[in-house]
């Protein structure tokens, strides 16, 4: 009876659940984007290696955090001393790694034959940088320890180098000499493809890659400004990987200590630099993330209200135009509780069917944006069932004041009427 109705007033029920479907259709389409970037950017965060330790002079985790920018740039900076240190005196520790310019406005732009890049980060490392980072070497290889320790002018190009003077012309840049900034430099290698968040091209491939020693004498007196023209030195960012046999928590303490006595901080002071972790910066996402898909709820919430309004009218209407049919069933046995079931299930039946029109609408809109663009997508079956029930629950909510002032009808009235 219920299709019926809608079968009969196709316009009508067409408008009525027109709110109800835009609203689903921004839940399950916005959830599939944001659930699939979600994904895409813990796939990213995951690369950096699940025991991985990071220290730095600051990071998100201190922003998320509440801490002001002007405090965090005050802070000391972090230097390779400090590394060697950290491998030298944490036993949990197997490697250490510093980096260089990563924190700092230090960027070229690389020349070759006349050919050059956009401005590029330069970046100093050491030979553990692809294995900690878990990069390949696409072509080439990477820094010798010798190469480091004598500060040698070598430089392993990122893909977005190597794309723009090398690959349009099929030449191998391996053994070329091309410059960086004013300083030349043999290429020895190429970096492959970085993952990004969203597969964007977020400029994760925009460095190269100098050894340490030499980036340090290059680039190591230049300052940088923050915002608000805070002036920012040459501060490394370190990346430890505990021992096999030793855990994360256990080479977390180590370095916290070692750093804080190096710092000279004391037992009040907190720290004046990051310790971050792959479990750490996923929890700061899932902070982002759980205040985005909030107040993507929030929004199409309104709509389904607007929708749901529209459905509690509509119904009052067709209470008001069925009026003598209801007194014709309640004169024939129809109980009180099978009118107010006949109405709300008319309600139920109208919602529903926007919830899948919605669910159908936002699936397709994220499926046409993964094929068009590339955008990941992630369609969980949960989003539909949250879709189903949201537009059942607006057919119950809203349906119940038509539904009762139908079963509350006195079938002698209600016969009368015209």
Known sequence: ???????VNKLRSALTVLGVVIGITAIVGMTSLIRGFDESLRDTIRTLGPNTIYVAKFSGISFVSGKDFADLARRPDLTVDDAKAIEKLAPSVDRVDSWLGGMQDVQERVFYEGQRTKLLQVLGASEQFAEINSIQIELGRLFTEAEVSRRRRVVVLGRTAYEAIFEPGGIDPIGKKVRVGAVEYTVIGVLGKRPSAGGFDTGQDDFVLVPLTTH???YGGRTSRGPGGMSMGQ?????????????????????????????????DQENDFDLATQDAILAVWDQVSGATFLALVVISSIALMVGGIGVMAIMMISVTERTREIGVRKALGARRQEILFQFLAESIVLTSLGGILGIALGSGIGVAIHFVTGFPISLPWWSFAIGLGFSATVGVFFGMVPAFRAARLDPIEALRYE
């Open 235 to 267: 501060s490394a960012l370190i990346a430890i990987v505990p021992h096999e046999n030793a855990t994360q928590k256990q080479a977390l303490a180590e370095v916290e200590e070692i750093m804080r006595v190096r710092h000279r901080l004391t037992l």
């Open 216 to 218: 340090g004498v290059l």
């Open 1 to 7: 009876m219920a299709l019926e109705t809608l079968r």
